[in-house]
């Protein structure tokens, strides 16, 4: 009886990639960038919008600041939303239809640490990969006023590039300048403004002293405590 013979399986193709330096281990999987990790969901309904909500209207990222869900007596109900553009830094008012669908903005967020100021732009480094990524003046904004080197921040990642990023809640900062504080000042609960060393300048209690360490609220840019 004849046999039959089948042709021999292929050598597998792109995206497995051979690894000459493990012999033993065949074909492996290539590296995944952690951007590309995450399914996007695409959309989602008016009725599920709140704070912190990132959207995608005429094409580019918002976040929402505030929504009111409003059932008028006559008409169809609707949500109220204030936005603002990631991209642009824009805040506008806009009104959905309730129930309807809504692009939802595929923003991935990472963990970057400020590592230095390179001439105009502001350099941040994945410690696991040590890629960087940069940020010009005009994108670091007034956040500026917080950042150290060293310092951990949360870059937000939209269509592959760095759309804004995030401080942490409260800063350790140095008072470089500030009056002397004078026995008693503690009872008057009185403040000062005192000059930080990344240039900021915050209201301290009448007590802070040149040299003291404290913490600042990235949120409201007030002191919190000594550190």
Known sequence: MACLRFPSRPAPTSPLIPRSRFPMRGWVLPIVPLRSRFPRIYAFSSNDIKVGSNIEVDGAPWRVLEFLHVKPGKGAAFVRTKIRNYVTGNTVEKTFRAGSTIGEANIIKETKQYTYKDGSQYVFMDLATYEESRLSETEVGDKKKWLKEGMDCNLLF???????????????????????????DTAQGGSKPATLDTGAVVNVPLFINTGDEILVDTRTGQYSSRA
């Open 158 to 184: 939209w269509n592959g590039r760095v759309i804004d990023f995030e401080l942490p809640i409260n800063v350790k900062l140095t008072v470089v300048d500030v009056d002397p504080g004078v026995k008693g």
